[in-house]
Nanobody
Framework: QVQVVESGGDLAQAGGSLRLSCTTSGLKFDDYTMGWFRQAPGKEREGVGCINWSGGTTAYSDSVKGRFTISRDNAKNTSYLQMNSLKLEDTAMYYC?????????????????????WGQGTQVTVSS
């Protein structure tokens, strides 16, 4: 049984930092592209970014580019989302997802429905 579990969500101040983790089990982690998504209250879910199987390729949405960094540790079956310079508008439920893809630039990186497995989310709240 495949499990995808996010952790690290918390209350943070604007301008601060948080690091989210996403740990998987039941799948061969280094066969999977990992994606991060978020959904704020009353808004549609949006893609934050993704990282390919090796960690050599990443992509980010314009709203987080330059502030967020996605990484992975294949030995630990874990992906990370480092969030710096947090803004109030970063407040959301953050989700991790896994997509079977072994290649360079993952297609449909920001498309929730193209992933195979999803986590339950972790809440990030940014205060002023």
């Amino acid at each position: 049984q495949v499990q995808v579990v996010e952790s690290g969500g918390d209350l943070a101040q604007a301008g601060g930092s948080l690091r989210l983790s996403c740990t998987t089990s039941g799948l061969k982690f280094d066969d999977y592209t990992m994606g991060w998504f978020r959904q704020a209250p009353g808004k549609e879910r949006e893609g934050v970014g993704c990282i390919n199987w090796s960690g050599g390729t990443t992509a980010y949405s314009d709203s987080v580019k330059g502030r967020f960094t996605i990484s992975r540790d294949n030995a630990k079956n874990t992906s990370y989302l480092q969030m710096n310079s947090l803004k109030l508008e970063d407040t959301a439920m953050y989700y991790c997802a896994a997509k079977y893809y072994i290649g360079g630039s993952p297609p449909y990186c920001m498309t929730w429905g193209k992933y195979n497995y999803w986590g339950q989310g972790t809440q990030v709240t940014v205060s002023s």
